[in-house]
Each structure stands twice: as structure tokens, then as C-alpha cells.
């Protein structure tokens, strides 16, 4: 079969600066995350010497002010890095969306003081975040949360468990929701805990089918101590702090969502035009030509409607249904394609010989993150529709 490499994506970006950004990033992915991925997948191993690089080419804090080490970059740019990297390596590209989202609490909602002491290193200067909002007991119903914040002169002292922990146990800070008031989201605050805090641990990695390089742990918090100066926003406000870097976030997720698509169909097309059968290549056959079909125009219907809730996000403009829209279809696009994309391969694509069965195991993951799918349409029908009546 030809040894070719798949065009790049052609993408309408707003400044030469975004055009240079995505030409940046594309020379990293195909020189440091795409050669090791596999066997480094297939090993369990987390990449942290990558997100070293990625931070010290300031690409950690793109969406943040260039004030505290951040980009400046629109939200539309930010997202195409992120799917630039998830083709490359999904635990890559999910790894800088966490990131990002733990750092939203403090870039959005922190003090001036607390975002100057700070942002600049969890923006550029190598430290890598967690965002912990799930527990073992609630995670679609994130306000029933049970660790417990509890004050102490001017500190706080931390005391439960948190699950589904992306970067649980290798983090360098972790934006931590805590109840520190009544039940419900009015009693719940953020704040930021660094990784090497006493009392704070984590379990053994989940055993995952898929994204095996990135850890997902439980992290406990026994005593952990925290100075008031460490709580992000005002007491009683970390739910809606927790709620609004989830909008955000999804957007990432739909992005990474659609890298690992693309990558899929990449691969797909790839195999189609090479391998020889019945003596032309299976390209030409009518039935794997229109799955093609079908796989490229939904990648481009994801990548439009992630860039449209992005936009809107730029420009000020409510965007939570659109975030809620892009995650879900994003999501389910991408475990179609890649699961399409094994077919097309055949009895090849079942073996670890090619890269699309890591593609569809990594894919599933992405309807379950970050708000299940079937939450999400929850959120869209309440924005149509209103709440739900009881």
C-alpha cells in the first residue's frame, strides 16, 4: 500500500499569527506526539515531557491573557490547537482541554492578586492542572457533592473524595468544588489545592478500554489544608463557577472529538485507495466510497458547529446551548467514524497492527466525559423547552 501522509485539515483561521499557531502545532504533533503514540498508549505511559514542551511553546494558557503568560488567542483558534493535538494523540489533546478548564476558576473568577501570583505558572511555567467536580456518589448530579470544605481560622480543611480524576495523582493543582454551606449548588466554593498538599492521595489509575496514557484516578483529601486566599470566587459560588467552565469545556471536547475523527478518516481513506482487491483498490467499490462520504461530511458538520458555539463564545454571546449541541453531535460523530473507519479495514482494523481500534476504543470515552451525552440533551431541551415540570 502507498506510504502517504494525509493533507491537513484546510482551515478559515482570523490571523496570519492563528495561521503560524496551527503550522507550529502541526510540526509538534508530527515530530514529538504522533511517532511514540501507540506504543506509549499500549504501555500506559503518560507523556508529561510533552506538556512540558507544549508549555514552554505557550500553548497551555492559548485562551488566557497574555498579561499572566496566556495567548490572547479567540476561542475559535484555541479549539483547532486542541484538534490538531487529539489527532495526533487523544490523551494530548484531552490532557491540554483539562488543563485549561482548571485553569478557567481562577482566570475567570479569581482576584487580581491570586490570578498575578498564579496563573503565570499554571500558564507557562510547567505545572499541570486537574478539575475536580465528580465524586463516587454524583457525577450527572454534580450538586449533590459531598467533600466538605470546612473553616478554620483563615484556612479551610478539606475532607472527601473526588472520582473520574483526569491527571488524578500527577496533577500540580487541582481546582476542587467542596461543600461549605447547605445542600444544593448554593452551598458548594472552588479552590485551588496544589498537588503536593499534606492529606491529599490518590488510588491506582482506573483500568480504562481506552485513553490508557492518561490517568484517571480517584484523589482524596484527608485534613487537606487550604488558606482562605486559595478559594476562588465568592463562598457559595463554586457550582456556578463548576457549571460555567463546563460550557467551555465541552467546547473543548468537541474538538478533540473531531481531531480523533479526523485521524480515523484519515486512515480510512488511506487504506481504501491502497489495498488491492479483486484486482482495483476497495476505493473504487460504491459501498465503502459512500461510508466515506458520509464519515468526511460529518467531520466537517462537527468541526462547523464546534466552531460556531466558539464563536459565539468570542463574541460575548450566550453559547451554553451550542456548547451542549457540539459536545453531544461531536461526540457521536466521532465513535461513528472510527467505528466505521475499523470496517472499512476489516479483519486489518480489529488488530492493533493499525491504528483505528485505538481510535474507537478512545472514542467512547468522549460521550461520558464532561456531561454524558443524554445530559446533554437535558441542557439543550431546557434551553428549548424550559425546565423540567415535576
Known amino acids: 500500500m502507498p506510504d502517504r501522509a494525509p493533507q491537513p485539515v484546510d482551515r478559515q483561521l482570523p490571523t496570519d499569527e492563528a495561521r503560524d499557531l496551527i503550522s507550529l502545532v502541526r510540526d509538534i504533533a508530527q515530530r514529538e506526539i504522533a511517532p511514540k503514540a501507540a506504543e506509549e498508549e499500549e504501555a500506559g505511559r503518560f507523556p508529561r515531557e510533552v506538556f512540558t514542551l507544549l508549555s514552554r511553546a505557550g500553548l497551555l494558557g492559548l485562551p488566557y491573557d497574555s498579561e499572566y503568560g496566556g495567548g490572547d ?105 467542596a461543600r461549605t454551606g447547605e445542600d444544593g449548588p448554593r452551598g458548594i466554593s472552588a479552590f485551588l489545592v496544589r498537588g503536593d498538599a499534606e492529606g491529599l492521595s490518590s488510588a491506582a489509575p482506573e483500568k480504562k478500554m481506552g485513553m490508557k496514557g492518561s490517568p484517571t484516578a480517584q484523589v482524596h483529601f484527608d485534613g487537606v489544608r487550604v488558606p482562605d486566599e486559595r478559594r476562588v470566587g465568592e463562598q457559595g459560588q463554586g457550582f456556578a463557577i463548576a457549571l460555567s467552565a463546563l460550557d467551555s469545556g465541552r467546547l473543548g471536547i468537541a474538538a478533540c472529538a473531531i481531531g480523533l475523527a479526523q485521524a480515523a478518516l484519515d486512515e480510512a481513506v488511506d487504506y481504501a485507495t491502497g489495498r488491492q482487491q479483486f484486482g482495483r483498490p476497495i476505493a473504487d467499490f ?32 450566550p453559547f451554553a446551548k451550542q456548547a451542549a449541541m457540539a459536545k453531544l453531535h461531536c461526540t457521536d460523530t466521532a465513535m461513528k467514524v472510527t467505528t466505521d473507519a475499523v470496517q472499512i479495514l476489516g479483519g486489518y482494523g480489529y488488530t492493533a497492527d493499525f491504528p483505528v481500534e485505538r481510535y474507537m476504543r478512545e472514542a467512547k470515552v468522549l460521550q461520558i466525559v464532561e456531561g454524558t451525552n443524554q445530559i446533554q440533551r437535558m441542557v439543550i431541551a431546557r434551553h428549548l423547552a424550559g425546565p423540567e415540570t415535576r
Not at 133 to 148: F, I, V
Open 286 to 317: 460504491q459501498g465503502l466510497r459512500f461510508m466515506i462520504a458520509d464519515m468526511a461530511t460529518q467531520v466537517e458538520a462537527g468541526r462547523a458547529l464546534y466552531l460556531a458555539a466558539a464563536r459565539l463564545r468570542d463574541a460575548g454571546r
Open 73 to 177: 488567542q479567540p476561542y475559535e483558534v484555541y479549539l483547532q490547537v486542541l484538534e490538531e493535538l487529539a489527532a495526533a494523540r487523544l490523551t494530548v489533546g484531552l490532557g491540554v482541554s483539562v488543563h485549561t478548564l482548571a485553569t478557567y476558576a481562577l482566570a475567570t473568577y479569581g482576584s487580581k492578586q491570586q490570578q498575578v501570583e498564579h496563573l503565570p505558572e499554571m500558564l507557562g511555567g510547567g505545572l499541570l492542572g486537574a478539575y475536580c467536580l465528580s465524586e463516587p456518589a454524583s457525577g450527572s448530579d454534580a450538586a449533590s457533592l459531598r467533600t466538605k470544605a470546612v473553616r478554620d481560622g483563615d484556612e479551610w480543611v478539606l475532607d472527601g473524595t473526588k472520582a473520574w480524576i483526569t491527571h488524578g495523582g500527577i496533577a500540580d493543582f487541582y481546582t476542587v468544588m
